[in-house]
């Protein structure tokens, strides 16, 4: 039995979020067009880091959502046992020897939530997972987190857009950048810049970075905390690691077929400078600085050679928050904006999509609406 208010929806952006809610929606009947302005996954979820957890401290609702969005990994990976592109092979993190370590503090709280946590010494790391160069993990120790994991955006999203096309939603690529089409005070589809125009019910914003400037075009203030970052790919190596590493200097996570993704917010602040024209320049020195860093979180302090490097923003809400659900000034109009896309991908499609095909609201997102930002 349908519950749908409406019968069309267009999504802007075929990120994981734009993707993971068409889909949702294109199940419920709904009549999908997805617009991007270049091939599916070619913004932040084409360069993320893509660690599912929910480690450390945040909101509880936060929190809460982000167990649901493993949850749903978890669903997918039982469907998927042997994929290459979905892992549960765990999470091991440390802090610097230094007044920030809060190692003790994290595993405390993680244990409080009943988070999977274990608190080893460096000595005992190799016992839980494999791969790991123990004499890097201060003398604080680690947290190893059995239950964490990574997922290949860009794999996901085209499987999911496989099942998308079987479903009869429509993708829109070749017509440059989308906005939406409001008049009345109520959305009524959206345009390309080459003047393509597509009537809808419904219209989700999910440009990922564009999200708080997009808004902003129709009068809507989102908080942006957005940085630039950077995600470097080495060569496929023969390496045992196997857990995403969260380390002091890099973040490392392995990638199909025997490579791995690097991470580090210092690197993307001194090794990467914004263009006049738009592009970026990449600092080889500091490229090179990450590969060290994360050769020394590996055991046997291997070579790494890059194989790709993905610059651009990370969406990053003003308080640190999603941002979900309706722009309610603008009837029809909804946005999806969070860091974490990764561990959220599912589970706020699927939330993002009840809303959209019922108009009505979940309780899970209520501490996200985008009109928090209306008051501040
Ligand atoms: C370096 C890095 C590390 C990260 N690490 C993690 C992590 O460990 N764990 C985790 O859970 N999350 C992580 N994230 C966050 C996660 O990757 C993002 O939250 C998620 O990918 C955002 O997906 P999205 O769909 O919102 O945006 P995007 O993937 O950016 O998709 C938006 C799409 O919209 C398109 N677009 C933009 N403007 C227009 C327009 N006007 N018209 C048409 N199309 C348009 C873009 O081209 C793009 O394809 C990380 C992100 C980065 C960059």
Redesign the pocket.
């Given at each position: 039995m349908t519950e749908n208010i409406i019968s069309s929806a267009v999504i802007?952006?075929?990120?994981?979020?734009?993707?993971s809610t068409a889909v949702q929606l294109a199940r419920r009947g709904v009549c999908v067009t997805i617009?991007?302005?270049?091939?599916?996954?070619?913004?932040?979820?084409?360069?993320?880091?893509?660690?599912?957890?929910s480690a450390r401290m945040r909101s509880e609702p936060y929190h809460r959502l982000r167990m649901a969005?493993i949850d749903r990994y978890r669903t997918l990976s039982a469907r998927f046992p042997d994929a290459n592109w979905l892992r549960f092979d765990g999470g091991l993190t440390w802090d610097a020897d230094d007044e920030r370590n809060e190692i003790d503090a994290a595993y405390r709280y993680e244990v409080s939530l009943g988070y999977d946590a274990q608190w080893l010494p460096g000595a005992d790391v190799a016992a839980v997972t494999p791969g790991v160069n123990a004499s890097a993990i201060t003398s604080q120790g680690a947290i190893f987190n059995p239950g964490e994991g990574?997922v290949d955006?860009p794999t996901l999203i085209g499987l999911l857009l496989k099942e998308y096309s079987r479903l009869g939603g429509a993708l829109v690529t070749d017509q440059?950048?989308?906005?939406a089409v409001i008049e009345g005070g109520r959305v009524v589809g959206a345009e390309?810049a080459m003047g393509g125009r597509f009537p809808a019910d419904a219209v989700v914003l999910?440009?990922?970075?564009?999200?708080p400037r997009?808004a902003a075009e129709s009068g809507q203030t989102i908080g942006d905390g957005t940085p630039i970052?950077?995600?470097v790919q080495t060569k496929p190596l023969a390496h045992p690691l196997r857990a995403?590493l969260n380390t002091p200097r890099v973040?490392v996570?392995p990638a199909p077929g025997g490579a791995f993704s690097l991470?580090a917010d210092w690197a993307?602040d001194e090794g990467v400078r914004r263009r006049p024209d738009g592009g970026f320049d990449i600092d080889d020195t500091v490229i090179a600085a990450l590969l060290a860093e994360a050769a020394n979180v590996m055991e046997g302090n291997p070579k790494l050679e890059v194989a790709r490097i993905?610059v651009?923003?990370?969406?990053i809400p003003g308080d640190g928050e999603p941002v979900v659900g309706a722009l309610k000034a603008i009837k029809g109009y909804y946005v999806?904006?969070?860091?974490?896309?990764?561990?959220?991908?599912l589970i706020l499609g699927e939330l993002l999509a009840f809303e959209v095909a019922r108009g009505d609201e979940h309780p899970m997102l209520a501490t996200f609406r985008p009109e928090r930002f209306a008051f501040r």
């Open positions: 802007i952006g075929a990120g994981i979020f734009g993707v617009l991007n302005d270049g091939p599916p996954a070619n913004g932040a979820s084409g360069r993320s880091l893509s660690w599912l957890n969005g990574w955006l440059g950048a989308a906005r390309t999910a440009t990922g970075p564009a999200v997009m970052a950077l995600l995403v973040a996570r991470d993307a993905g651009g923003g990370k969406p999806a904006f969070s860091h974490s896309g990764a561990t959220l991908g």
